[in-house]
């Protein structure tokens, strides 16, 4: 597509549900990233897929968040047993992946709310 | 740890005003550099970024920003802003051996016509 794409737009549960978040990286970038953006800690950076490697999940905040990419592309972010304090936008952002042209794309995010 | 410092967290300014905001990093080594914008209600988009050669590097809607080695610094700049620059501004780094950006705590930039 012509950027990447994430769903749904708003989400709003119950705390102790789980959610699933989804995002549709620009076709042909190897990289994706989700970074979450909160009003007490601004923008973080959660985990990175790069190709067939192993992701880097160093910013995970608990073990309650976890993200997959299927066949290179498409990427889910879950949060288990969610919590008021992961209410936050959600943003996936794509890149070529080449480390001397790192350009990242950012999707509109997901706004999640938790009650 | 690695951060990014913008010291500026609400600016107001009229328009036709000029505009500097300021960004610093910390990390020695080699860094790639990007301002970001995000205005109300839409998502964030690159205004300008450096990766290396000139350091003053001109991006969209007539912005540049300087990258100064010596004071690990990547200001934005503007001559002169208009109303529809209204938005928040985000500096963020990505340190050459990693590939996560590193953001800034955000500008919040208000003008009035």
């Known amino acids: 597509g012509a950027g990447v794409s994430q769903s749904p737009s708003n989400k709003v549960t119950e705390k102790g549900k789980d959610v699933e978040l989804r995002c549709d990286p620009i076709s042909g970038h190897t990289a994706l990233y989700w970074y979450r953006q909160s009003l007490g800690q601004g923008l973080e950076f959660l985990i990175y897929f790069q190709g067939n490697s192993a992701p880097d999940k160093s910013g995970l905040p608990s073990d309650r968040f976890s993200a997959e990419r299927t066949g290179g592309s498409v990427s889910t972010l879950t949060i288990q047993r969610t919590q008021q304090e992961d209410s936050a936008v959600y943003l996936c952002a794509s890149s070529l992946g080449d480390r001397d042209y790192n350009e990242q794309f950012f999707g509109p995010g997901t706004r999640l709310t938790v009650l | 740890a690695q951060s990014v410092s913008q010291h500026n967290h609400h600016v107001i300014l009229s328009e036709a005003a000029s505009l500097e905001l300021g960004c610093n990093y910390s990390y020695g080594g080699t860094v790639n550099l990007f301002w970001y914008v995000q205005y109300p209600g839409q998502h964030l988009q690159l205004l300008l970024k450096?990766?290396?050669?000139?350091?003053l590097v001109k991006g969209i809607k007539g912005f540049e920003a300087e990258f100064i080695k010596s004071k690990f610094s990547f200001n934005l700049r503007k001559p002169s802003v208009q109303w529809s620059d209204t938005a928040e501004y985000f500096c963020a780094v990505i340190p050459y051996n990693t590939d996560k950006l590193i953001f800034g705590t955000g500008t919040r930039l208000q003008v009035f016509p």
């Open positions: 450096y990766f290396s050669g000139d350091p």
